[in-house]
DNA sequence: CAAGTGCATGGTATT
DNA sequence: ATACCATGCACTTGT
């Protein structure tokens, strides 16, 4: 096993050497996911996220001293469990637990080669302490006893007993081990500890169950290196715990012919979570309290052969049981859930299903084409999905076709979570779901994740990145609005109550990191960055320092821009321009000049251009009906700039609206799609904007000195240099191949040498496809008299610095024809008379690529030459 | 032309 | 390195 984890306590981050999907054989502790270094474990840590436990903190190990960090120390879930008092850290609990195994399964006739697959940690003296200690056999009594009483002599009885206990008896067994319910919920798992119930945490210790068979090495081996056992995860005082004994699936139903313990062995030990519907009862008891979720380890039953994944594991609110089934006495199986991803919320009626909650919790299928199975809603309509699969490298991948009335009869959309579940007995599958929450975690918040479902629309930007929240939420508002979610819109016909948060944030799922964005958003998105762009303003302080560069001079500031007040612009059919800003203080409406820029605070005092209005008592300009006609023409104005950009963006890059997005996210700006012209007033950059005109440090007034070496002009150095080299490349290249040319006049037109040629040409072309338009801009820029700054100086060829050229002498050199540069820098052998008779550079570059396409037969370089010159 | 279907691909998580 | 799975895309079928 790798070690690819690390722990999540940011104190320790001690690498992890488990499987996360497997865990450590810790069947009886439970905690798949241990630190052994600071004893984190995080099976529990979802399980406290999940419970928004209050404290958190250090505490020290009472055995070994090691600083425990855990979330539900709160809880004492973890460590008060053995009535010791004090606190024992997970790696200690443990190994007692397994020295407890240890000498159980030996005085059991076990192989303690066998044991010793679970006892991967030594036992230590504590093991001894822990087992000498009269609590344990008590306790172990005692769940001897309730074994006994609710299945005396094997685990099929005990199904069947859970099955059929009333919701009294139910309620009284809860009762009677209101912190502990334990269970034997495998043949012979008895042996181990079964449970740690959170709420006083009492371990309790099975009795030895000698009269029943044992199992081999094989089974015992299996089901000891089974992550989980029927530990109650998270039940908090007071409330009913989880009756978590074996259920079988429907298909399993046919084998209770066989012998329990058969079954057993059968059995993967991760067992349902059980969960009478009689709970219900009590959750009138929890009135005031936040509601439930349950996150349960779901049955590793039928033919899965793979463990769920965690975020697989169903969590299930108890209103949701109650959702599930109205019948008290049927018994919910959560099986697990899914995060709907965009396709599976999509049109296509298509729900992909994790393979291993498929083949452990749905019909086996052999053929493609599956089998129809009905799935129960939470308001008792039944449904008929296709479930099938489809070959998928050498597996195989699981799907619920038709889907479609049932997602949308849920109104799910993407990011809002399908739970499945079974209703015992019988089997039934039941559908729950679960709207998505507002509570993303803080990776998801940190992007402005936006559903591309049916409902893209409604998740603005302005909506996400008002609301989005800044840090994670505290995990009660989880629970609530996950509660809520499933409340809102149960089987009532509760609308859901959509809020801005809600729309804000989506929780998309862990696992899609792919940032989900409708074109639309993303052009929204984009826009709102350009108009951020247009709102940025020079600092309030700003005493800009004008720098010349080749005769165009700049701003430059000392401080970063600011964001400037939000102005509306309109056109009269005149072609008269207005610009109308509205008061911070009373909101009316002000025309201002169109030229001017606002500082991000103004009100009417500050209208200096229109006396008669620069106080709030004075009335508008404007009446509420031009007012909506102003922000209309607005929105229009936004719409065609929508219209117009995305025409720009389909012209210019097709498929690039992930790109467009991503870079509408990170704050690239687009000059070409800008709908104001470019400029050269600095303060049109990001704040943080490390573009060479921000990140110079302020340098005097007037021109550049030759010698300067501020970062302007070391980047117009470094362009140039890098320009001049690449002519010197590829003139040398040129004569290379007129070289060939010259000794083998038939070299283009047979066989290897036009491959030759053509493949040398195209590579050419290839190799500086890329740069040509770059150096094309660039020395359009130049031949203009424009620079581009918006480019980092570290993206040039660094192999160029200290070639040692002056800015000057490239100036100059730069002015006179590339032979005579090429002679003075020292290429002597670029003799072409086309070079020498070239106006310009990008005439150079046009023929050259001229050139390559006509001398090369192949097609992709024909149609790039195409496309190029197009361009 | 739209919708449906089946498979392939590539990103990501897990081993 | 591998498996999973979200989604793209080509092909087929339906309207």
Redesign the pocket.
């Known amino acids: ?2 070690a ?2 690390r722990c999540m306590n940011t104190s320790c981050r001690a690498a992890i050497p488990h ?4 865990g450590w054989p810790l069947g009886s502790a439970g905690y798949a996911h241990l630190c052994l270094n600071c004893g984190s474990a995080y099976e529990n840590l979802v399980f406290c996220d999940t419970y928004h436990l209050e404290e958190t903190g250090w505490r020290d190990c009472s055995f070994c001293g090691k600083r425990i960090h855990c979330g539900c120390i709160a809880s004492k879930s973890m460590f008060e469990c053995l009535d010791y008092g004090g606190i024992g850290c997970t790696s200690c609990v443990r190994r007692s637990r397994l020295g407890v195994i240890r000498r159980d399964e030996i005085s059991n006739g076990f192989d303690a080669v066998t044991v010793g697959t679970v006892g991967f940690l030594p036992p230590t003296s504590v093991e001894d302490q822990v087992v000498r200690n009269g609590i344990n056999e008590e306790k172990l009594l005692q769940l001897c006893n309730i074994m006994e009483a609710n299945e005396p002599n094997h685990f099929q009885q005990s199904q069947r007993v859970d099955r059929s206990a009333s919701p009294a008896q139910n309620r009284g067994e809860n009762l009677r081990s209101p912190f502990g319910e334990v269970r034997s919920s495998f043949l012979n798992m008895n042996k181990l500890p079964v449970k740690c119930q959170p709420s006083v945490g009492s371990l309790t210790y099975s009795k030895l169950d000698t009269s029943r068979p044992h199992l081999d090495l094989k089974d015992m081996k299996e089901s000891l290196s089974q992550p989980s056992l029927n530990i109650t995860l998270g039940v908090p005082l007071g409330t009913p715990n989880f009756v978590v004994p074996f259920s079988g699936s429907a298909a399993e139903e046919d084998e209770k012919s066989i012998l329990p313990f058969q079954q057993g062995q059968r059995s993967r030990p991760i067992f349902p979570k059980l969960i009478k519907t009689g709970t219900a009862v009590n959750s009138e008891a929890r009135k005031g309290m936040a509601p439930l979720v349950r996150i349960a380890r779901p049955p590793a039953e039928g033919r899965g ?3 769920l ?4 594991w169903p969590r299930i609110t108890d209103q949701e049981l109650e959702q599930l089934s109205g019948d008290l006495n049927s018994t919910i199986v959560p099986l697990f859930e ?2 709907l ?18 083949e452990a919790y749905f019909p086996p299928i052999s053929q ?2 599956g089998l129809p199975v009905r799935i129960q809603d939470v308001k008792g309509n039944e449904w008929t999905f296709q479930f ?1 699969f ?10 619920l ?2 889907v ?1 009335p049932c997602i949308q009869s849920m109104q799910l959309r ?1 990011g809002d979570t399908v739970t499945f579940s079974r209703i015992d007995p019988g089997g039934q599958l039941v559908m729950g779901f679960r709207k998505a929450t507002n509570s993303t975690d803080i990776q998801d918040a940190k992007i402005p994740t936006l559903s ?1 479902g049916s409902h893209s629309g409604d998740a603005s930007f302005s909506g996400v990145f008002q609301n989005l929240p800044l840090r994670a939420e505290g995990d009660t508002s989880l629970r609530k609005s996950e509660n809520s979610g499933g409340r809102t819109n149960d089987a009532s016909g509760q609308q859901p109550v959509l809020t801005i948060e809600k729309k804000g944030a989506r929780n998309i ?6 940032l ?1 964005m409708h074109s639309e958003d993303a052009l929204e998105l984009r826009l709102t960055w350009e108009e951020a762009q247009d709102l940025l303003r020079p600092p309030p302080s700003a005493n800009p320092t004008i720098v010349t560069i080749d005769d165009h001079e700049f701003e430059e500031y000392d401080e970063p821009p600011v964001f400037g007040k939000r102005t509306i612009f309109t056109v009269r059919p005149t072609g008269e321009q207005k610009q109308w800003a509205q008061c911070d203080d009373c909101s009316k409406w002000r025309r201002l000049p169109v030229d001017v820029l606002l500082p991000p605070k103004w009100s009417c005092p500050d209208n200096v251009w229109d006396l008669s209005r620069c106080t709030c008592s004075a009335p508008e300009e404007i009446s509420t009906k031009e007012q909506d006609n102003l922000l209309r023409a607005s929105k229009d104005f936004k719409k065609r700039k929508i219209a117009k950009s995305q025409k720009s963006i389909q012209e210019l890059e097709p ?1 690039g609206l992930d790109a467009l997005a991503s870079a509408a996210v990170l704050g690239d700006t687009m000059a070409d799609l800008q709908e104001s012209g470019t400029t050269t007033r600095h303060p049109r950059h990001r704040p943080g904007c490390t573009c060479i005109v921000c990140i110079q440090p302020p340098s005097g007034k007037g021109k550049h000195k030759s010698t300067c070496t501020c970062n302007v002009c070391l980047t117009v150095k470094r362009r140039f240099k890098t320009l001049m080299l690449r002519k010197k490349k590829r003139q040398s290249e040129r004569e290379v191949e007129t070289l060939l040319k010259d000794r083998n006049p038939q070299f283009d037109e047979t066989g290897m040498g036009g491959t030759l040629r053509g493949t040398s040409l195209q590579t050419n072309y290839l190799e500086n496809e890329g740069s040509q338009s770059r150096i094309k801009d660039e020395e359009a820029a130049n031949s203009s008299g424009q620079i581009d700054l918006n480019c980092h100086p570290d993206r040039e060829d660094m192999e160029l610095e200290g070639a040692g050229l002056s800015m000057m002498s490239l100036v100059e050199a730069a002015s006179q024809p590339l032979d005579s540069y090429s002679k003075q820098i020292g290429i002597s052998s670029v003799t072409n008379e086309q070079q020498s008779s070239q106006p310009s550079s990008v005439e150079s570059e046009r023929r050259l690529s001229e050139e390559v396409c006509h001398g090369s037969g192949h097609e992709s370089t024909s149609d790039g030459c195409r496309e190029h010159h197009r361009d």
């Open positions: 096993m790798a690819s984890n499987d996360w999907t497997k052969k793979n463990q994944l965690p975020r697989y899914k995060v991803s965009a396709s599976d919320a999509g049109r296509i009626g298509r729900l992909v299903l994790p393979k291993a909650c498929a493609s084409e099938r489809w070959p998928n490298n050498n597996s195989r991948m699981y799907v076709e038709g479609t993407a591309n799922g862990s696992k899609n990191k792919r989900l498929s």
